[in-house]
């Protein structure tokens, strides 16, 4: 069966210093990946996706950037946090397009 | 601007019951809808999708598609207090872009 990991759980961060989230995948072969941010009380807003290893499309210009440098593994990262970037960051993946989505579990960031 | 809408809420309902929970989208092109539960600090669950015109049922759970209408809702029958969660709609848009609604707070009551 799939399973899908990330970590940090929790991070807490000042303005200013770098990030880096990393994501992965176990038990499937070339998933579509994908880096969400939820802030608190509101809904999924995407942030990139992946459907192959040096493929990222970008859907909200800001500070991050992502890279997907092997074909289970997504990273989220940051030069310089913002306030504003504070927020839950959660990595999916699915089977292919139009597919469902699998979420992992999570890390919440806290910009200070 | 393509959309899923859903009623924030709280939808209260008591225990025993049956739930419903309703979803609307603009994009008369999508397709490949999905219903997550997603408890307080956790991921958002997938627990439905449905692609076709009608019902789907799983257990205590039926997802119903009228694409002529556009919605998507979600029927959870003999509700219990462990299915008291945030409910998200989502669906492709004829763009193959996912997008998800702001989702539903559901409380069931004892």
């Known amino acids: 069966s799939q399973t899908i990991h990330q970590w940090p759980a929790t991070l807490v961060q000042p303005v200013g210093s770098p990030l880096s989230l990393e994501c992965t995948v176990e038990g499937t072969s070339n998933p579509n990946l994908y880096w969400y941010r939820q802030a608190a009380g509101r809904g999924l807003q995407l942030l990139f996706y992946?459907?192959?290893?040096?493929?990222i499309s970008s859907e909200v210009p800001q500070n991050l950037s992502a890279s997907r440098p092997q074909d289970r593994q997504f990273i989220l990262s940051s030069k310089k946090l913002l306030l504003s970037d504070s927020g839950f960051y959660l990595c999916?993946?699915?089977?292919?397009?139009?597919?469902?989505?699998?979420f992992g579990p999570g890390t919440r960031l806290t910009v200070t | 601007q393509k959309e899923v809408e859903q009623n924030s809420g709280p939808l209260s309902v008591p225990e025993g019951a049956i739930a419903s929970l309703n979803c609307t989208y603009s994009?008369?092109?999508?397709?490949?809808f999905f219903w997550y539960r997603q408890y307080s600090g956790k991921s958002p669950e997938l627990i439905m999708f449905?692609?076709?015109?009608g019902d789907k049922e799983d257990g205590r759970f039926t997802a119903q598609l009228n694409k002529a209408s556009q919605y998507v809702s979600l029927l959870i029958r003999d509700s219990q207090p462990s299915d008291s969660a945030t409910y998200l709609c989502a669906g492709y848009s004829s763009a193959s872009k996912i997008i998800f609604g702001s989702g539903t707070r559901l409380s069931i009551r004892p």
């Open positions: 994009d008369r092109g999508s397709q490949s």
């Open positions: 992946s459907v192959g290893i040096g493929q």
């Open positions: 999916a993946w699915s089977p292919g397009p139009l597919h469902e989505q699998y």
């Open positions: 449905i692609y076709s015109n």
